[in-house]
Nanobody, 115 residues
Framework: QVRLVESGGGLVQPGGSLNVSCAAS????????MGWYRQALGKQRELVAIITSDGSTNYADSVKGRFTISRDNAKKTVYLQMKSLKPEDTAVYSCYVAVNDSWYWGRGTQVTVSS
């Protein structure tokens, strides 16, 4: 049994900051790439950021310079630090993690940017 649980979502004003995290638990033998996706209401899911096992990162153009992805292997957790948030960042943010040579999705956490 492998589970991914996101936390840290909520309501934030435009220009504000918010951090979300995703912790993996269960029968885990190895963890490789970890990433974040988001899906806004009425829009397709899009990749936000990815971090590999060696720490290499990649970001969507829309979040470069504002978002930072990181990981703590001891805690089996991936983080997303979000700054200078915009209303268009409003979405359900879900983690996507390679565990035991398979990919798993978290249920997602809602991030709402509004004044």
């Amino acid at each position: 049994q492998v589970r991914l649980v996101e936390s840290g979502g909520g309501l934030v004003q435009p220009g504000g900051s918010l951090n979300v995290s995703c912790a993996a638990s269960g029968s885990i033998f190895s963890i490789y790439n970890m990433g974040w996706y988001r899906q806004a209401l009425g829009k397709q899911r899009e990749l936000v950021a990815i971090i590999t096992s060696d720490g290499s990162t990649n970001y969507a153009d829309s979040v470069k310079g504002r978002f930072t992805i990181s990981r703590d292997n001891a805690k089996k957790t991936v983080y997303l630090q979000m700054k200078s948030l915009k209303p268009e960042d409003t979405a359900v943010y879900s983690c996507y993690v390679a565990v035991n040579d398979s990919w798993y999705w978290g249920r997602g956490t809602q991030v709402t940017v509004s004044s």
